[in-house]
């Protein structure tokens, strides 16, 4: 039986409040990753305490992403985005407070790196819990065959994100207001408020789902809810997004262990490289901390338009399946790794990072829609949090391993991060298979019409 016409407008619709929330989760942290080596700098802050600021936050991130993904089985994905999304606000209002306090010099710079840090601890607090209710809400609502493009369509949310966010935020220096000075905290003002627009926007359109999915028996209006992105609900979408109980995955578990392994590695390396970017902008071209955020920028948006340019146009055109897009990232972020080691200006810098950043563009959706595929329906919440909690868990050393290399020698973190890319190659090309050749034993599989499609 077909869908009725308005379950595919109404899905539209969510679909693309989605696709926002995670726009907006990137270009915030983006934004802010721009600025703040030259924040640090000028604030006579220690690289290796900037480095700390992301990474202290992303160790609660990994504890509390897969928390809130099994709460967000109990009380509906769209509590899990409103208290995401409200933590996500709340820490960069923090943090912009805090930095504006260094910077008019009411306190110290090491004292308002140490607030910043407060801040950042509620995002990886309660950010976490955004990412994962939206992975699941999105992978319950598509068959197989679908969720490869449906993941990474809102995979390159982030990709775009990480171009919008350094791209505007040297429009959002807000220089003084009256006799306080905002300047580089500004972007954090903004896009804190950016934030509290999207609540109340996810707020008025999602619909309510806790009371579908505490009452496994009653699936009227499911369809309506959570039709799939093709337009026609199926009752495999519908049963996976109002299942009351999701079946617990662990990060060992056969089915998504390679997957976890792969995913972890590919992550350290983008966290290394990525984190000391800017600092490397200054060194390398010789620029004052105050003339860097742009060139920086630069970087920074060339590495995600060439990362977004694989999600967007060579993934869905090609199909590939997430094994291929694994093995041939991985290969390209050595290349480009290596070569952002050794270049000297911001021409060859921005062209081997936007290299490095192509193949990540591969890694991070075959990771995501990898791991998804490899399980059944009803275990896509706990493994939409295990994602989640991986990806958080390559910025909790990662930053600080890729400074701390920087600091010994200015290569030193993209040549290591290229040998690391290269190895997990080696390991991936024996251990990944693809998810269609993965048992699904013990998992509730789709019905015969999808499983004839895949």
């Known amino acids: 039986m077909s869908a009725p016409a308005s379950p595919s407008v109404r899905f539209d619709r969510t679909f693309t409040l989605l696709f926002v929330v995670m726009l907006t989760i990137a270009a915030g942290n983006t934004a ?71 910077i008019n010099g009411w306190i110290g710079g090491t004292t308002a790196f140490v607030c910043f840090i407060g801040g950042r601890l509620i995002y990886g607090t309660f950010g976490a819990a955004a990412p994962p209710a939206v992975q699941a809400l999105v992978a319950g609502s598509t068959t197989r065959a679908e969720r490869t493009k449906a993941l990474t369509l809102l ?67 499911a369809a309506n809810a959570y039709p799939s992105i093709g337009g026609q609900s199926s009752g495999a979408s519908i049963t996976a997004a109002t ?35 800017g600092f490397l902008v200054i060194d390398r071209l010789h620029v004052a901390p105050a003339q860097a955020l742009e060139p920086t920028g630069i970087v920074l948006m060339m590495g995600a338009g060439a990362a977004l340019l694989v999600q967007w146009g060579i993934i869905p055109n090609l199909n590939l399946r997430p094994r291929t ?54 275990a896509q919440g706990s493994v939409a949090g295990k994602v989640t909690s991986i990806n958080g868990a390559a910025f909790v050393l990662g930053p600080s391993i890729g400074v701390g290399l920087y600091e010994v020698q200015h290569s030193l973190p993209y040549l290591l991060a290229g040998a690391a890319m290269l190895v997990l190659f080696a390991y991936a ?20 019409d999808e499983a004839d499609r895949l």
């Open 325 to 378: 897009m694994m093995l041939t990232g991985l290969i390209l972020a050595a290349l480009g790794c290596a070569l952002t080691g050794v270049a000297t200006s911001l021409y060859a810098i921005a062209c081997a990072y936007a290299l490095a950043s192509v193949g990540f563009g591969f890694t991070r959706p075959a990771f995501t829609a990898g791991a998804s595929l490899a399980v059944g329906h009803n």
């Open 243 to 277: 299942e009351p109980h999701s079946e617990p995955v662990g990060y060992t578990d056969p089915r998504v262990r390679s997957w976890m392994i792969a995913g972890l590695v590919m992550g350290h390396g983008q966290a290394m490289t990525g984190q000391a970017i």
């Open 155 to 221: 995979g390159s949310a982030f990709g775009l994100g990480t171009i919008l966010g350094p791209a505007i935020a040297p429009y959002l220096l807000l220089g003084s207001i009256g006799q306080i000075e905002i300047g580089l905290a500004g972007p954090a003002f903004i896009f804190s408020l950016f934030g509290v627009g999207v609540w109340i926007a996810v707020r008025q359109v999602l619909p309510v789902d806790r009371s579908v999915a505490t009452d496994p028996t009653d699936y009227h209006g």
């Open 429 to 448: 090309r024996f251990a990944l298979r693809e998810p269609s050749a993965i048992s699904l034993a013990g998992a509730q599989l789709p019905g015969r």
């Open 32 to 102: 802010l990753q721009s600025v703040l080596p030259a924040l640090g700098r000028s604030l006579k802050v220690p690289d290796s305490a900037v480095a700390a600021a992301f990474s202290v936050s992303a160790l609660l991130w990994v504890l509390a992403a897969p928390f809130w993904a099994h709460r967000s089985d109990r009380h509906g994905r769209r509590a899990m985005i409103l208290l995401g999304m409200g933590g996500f606000a709340v820490s960069l209002a923090i943090c912009g407070i805090c930095l504006a306090a260094g």
